[in-house]
C-alpha cells in the first residue's frame, strides 16, 4: 500500500487549497478513505471520510461547510478541496485507509495559513 499525498502550502486566510492522494497497492474502489491532520503540538484530528463508492461522506464539525472530499476512482486518487481556510487549519494533512485490522497512512502535506 503506499498513499502520496500532495497539493499543501502556503496560503492567506480565506483561502482555498486541493489536496490529492494518489493511491496503490490496493483496490483503492473497494475501501472507505479519510482525511486526519495534525496541528503543531496537538494531536490527531479527524478531518473526513468518504465510503468506497464515493456516495457518503462525513465532516468534523471544524471543516463542515468549508471542506470537501471526494475520489476519483477510476484514477485511484483521493482529494480534499479545502475553502475559507483560516490559520486554525495549519497541520500536516494525512491520506488514511483504516479499518479492522488494517492502518496505512500516507507521510503527509503540510498546509499553512498564514497573512
Known amino acids: 500500500v503506499q498513499l502520496v499525498e500532495s497539493g499543501g502550502g502556503l496560503v492567506q486566510p480565506g483561502g482555498s487549497l486541493r489536496l490529492s492522494c494518489a493511491a496503490s497497492?490496493?483496490?483503492?474502489?473497494?475501501?472507505?478513505m479519510s482525511w486526519v491532520r495534525q496541528a503543531p503540538g496537538k494531536g490527531l484530528e479527524w478531518v473526513s471520510k468518504i465510503n468506497s463508492g464515493g456516495g457518503s461522506t462525513y465532516y468534523a464539525d471544524s471543516v463542515k461547510g468549508r471542506f470537501t472530499i471526494s475520489r476519483d476512482n477510476a484514477k485511484n486518487t483521493l482529494y480534499l478541496q479545502m475553502n475559507s481556510l483560516n490559520p486554525e487549519d495549519t497541520a500536516r494533512y494525512y491520506c488514511?485507509?483504516?479499518?479492522?485490522?488494517?492502518?496505512?497512512w500516507g507521510q503527509g502535506t503540510q498546509v499553512n495559513v498564514s497573512s
Open positions: 488514511a485507509l483504516t479499518g479492522v485490522g488494517y492502518d496505512y
Open positions: 497497492g490496493f483496490s483503492f474502489s473497494g475501501y472507505d
